[in-house]
């Protein structure tokens, strides 16, 4: 088994195993925000992705992608259920974005995630060469920590949550509140998207598990593990370069005119996620456009929401309403060749993203909890003449660092009505400087920045840092 001095633990690996139209199994690219961010920074890094590469079954063996090394780990069809739909994304997900679908807890699902994180961690020992780093990612792997720490002693290992972290009195629900703290806690350094988010861990463990904690330090015995806040990003650079290429800005030109040339084009671009807030923007379009301030004639908006998690009942739910609404907008707003709404549920390659992200006078980003929200910085990113109006939630991980956003609270309805007709009809004046000024924060403040930042704080000046900033 050959070994890595860097060891990345996420539970999607980057590609995933799909079927080609023709039938043929193929790799593609995997949706969603971590493999967003670590794709690029790992590109040219001598490194191991411990990861599932989606499906059940035996493991396949994948080929490295660049110069990351695959080492899939293999989950059965009731670990699919369990661990995955289950205690991650039917008990812990909804946990951690406000309860804003009702958390549930089975004690078969904790036996499973308990079992997976063993897994994981057991196949991370074997990849890891003595000494090495290893960087666990996000809430599917919260046990790994600890039980790496007991099997290899000799790894520094960090940690880091994609997600929100959310306050004492909704964490305190989980019946295994305690061991999932203690899980975390074998990391050296515990990384956060906000502040808050580190506070509240901190407070958790000072009342819970009883040890003296604050918002950077925890004492575990003899070690100490430090706590900080870490928001993640995306290669700013890369996307600025790829929207700027002549062949994205003449799939601009022509989406644009495929849509009618309108006035003005409002897009939004999520997983269909009920943490995305899709419902409440349709119901505050759908209203704008009953009181006649919105127009199909000279407005269109182009909803993209990729299928998720498409067997946990309540994103089916979420689905089948968010299509029929959409079919009734449609239906009572728009013309014939003009539907009110372009709803589009097709993964897009980057130029094509980035495409749609050049047509977008306004990006409607409106999550009712998100741990950051990278769809919002690749829109920031892709406005290279500095216009563009993004509307914003406050409650996305993003609004921190995007305060020239036009922010919005998505669970007021007049708020979000406003706020998108503020952002429809902002004079030029007002958007450019917010957009250069978000822009200049999105360059400072990249995946490389991130990845020095976190990495340096977990190696205390190594040789990893290297590895990710001399390339690439
Ligand atoms: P999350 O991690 O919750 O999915 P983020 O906004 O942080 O949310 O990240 C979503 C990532 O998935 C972004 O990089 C975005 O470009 C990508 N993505 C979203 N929808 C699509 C799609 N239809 N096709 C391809 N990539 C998509
Ligand atoms: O950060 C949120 C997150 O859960 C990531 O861990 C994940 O890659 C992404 O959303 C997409 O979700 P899933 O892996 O369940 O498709």
């Known amino acids: 088994m050959r070994q890595s001095s860097l060891v990345v633990v996420a539970n999607r690996l980057p590609i995933d195993d799909s079927v080609a139209p023709d039938g043929a199994c193929e790799w593609r690219r995997s949706p969603g925000g971590l493999v967003t961010a670590l ?12 990861g599932w590469a989606g ?31 289950g205690f991650a994304n039917s008990t812990l997900w909804p946990l951690y974005h406000d309860a804003v679908e009702q958390p549930e807890y089975h004690r078969r699902w904790w036996e499973a995630y308990q079992r997976v994180n063993r897994r994981f961690a057991e196949a991370t020992a074997e990849v890891a060469e003595q000494g090495a780093a290893v960087w666990v990612q996000d809430y599917h792997l919260q046990l790994v920590p600890g039980v790496l720490r007991e099997l290899r002693p000799d790894l520094r290992i960090g940690f880091f949550l994609h997600v929100p972290f959310p306050p004492p009195e909704l964490f305190m629900q989980l019946p295994r509140r305690a061991e999932l703290l203690r899980g975390m806690l074998g990391a050296d350094l515990i990384g956060f998207q906000r502040a808050q988010a580190a506070h509240n861990f901190a407070q958790l463990v000072a009342k819970v598990l009883e040890l ?39 799939r601009a030109r022509r989406l644009r005119q495929d849509l009618g040339d309108p006035d003005h084009v409002i897009l939004s671009v999520d ?33 993209v929401a990729v299928p998720s998690r498409e067997r946990v009942t309540q994103y089916q739910i979420l689905r089948d309403r968010v299509e029929r609404e959409v079919g009734r907008i449609n239906g009572e707003f728009g013309r014939v060749g003009e539907p009110a709404i372009h709803y589009l549920t097709q ?23 998100d741990g950051m929200n990278l769809v919002a910085k690749e829109y920031v990113a892709a406005r290279v003449d500095d216009t ?3 509307l914003l939630s406050e409650f996305a991980g993003a609004a921190a660092e995007l305060p020239q956003a036009y922010l919005v609270n998505p669970h007021d309805l007049e708020g979000l009505k406003q706020g998108l007709l503020s952002a429809l009809h ?41 590895h990710i900033t001399a390339t690439g």
Not at 220 to 244: C, H, K, N, Q, Y
Not at 351 to 365: N, P, Q, S, T, W
């Open 39 to 50: 794709h690029p920074l790992l590109r040219h890094t001598p490194a191991t992705w411990v």
């Open 55 to 85: 499906g059940t079954g035996p493991a396949p063996r994948l080929p490295d992608v660049d110069r990351v090394r695959m080492q899939t780990v293999a989950l059965t069809a009731e670990d699919l259920r369990d661990h995955y739909e």
């Open 212 to 250: 003296p904690a604050t918002d950077r330090r925890i004492s575990v015995g003899e070690r100490v593990v430090r706590v900080g806040a870490f928001p993640v990003s995306i290669d700013t650079a890369g996307m600025a370069a790829l929207a700027d290429r002549p062949d994205v800005a003449a």
């Open 271 to 303: 997983r269909m996620d009920y943490t995305k807030g899709i419902e409440q923007r349709l119901k505050a379009y759908s209203e704008l456009l009953a009181s006649g301030h919105v127009k199909v004639r000279d407005t269109v908006l182009v909803q």
């Open 347 to 369: 993964p897009f390659d980057r130029a094509e993203l980035a495409a749609l992200y050049r047509i977008a006078d306004v990006m409607a980003v409106t999550p009712l909890r």
């Open 388 to 390: 563009g109006a993004l």
């Open 426 to 466: 902002a004079d030029p004046e007002d958007v450019t400087p917010r957009m250069r000024a978000m822009r200049g924060h999105l360059h400072r403040n990249d995946i490389r920045a991130w990845a020095r930042s976190y990495l340096s704080a977990l190696d205390e000046g190594g040789s990893l840092l290297t």
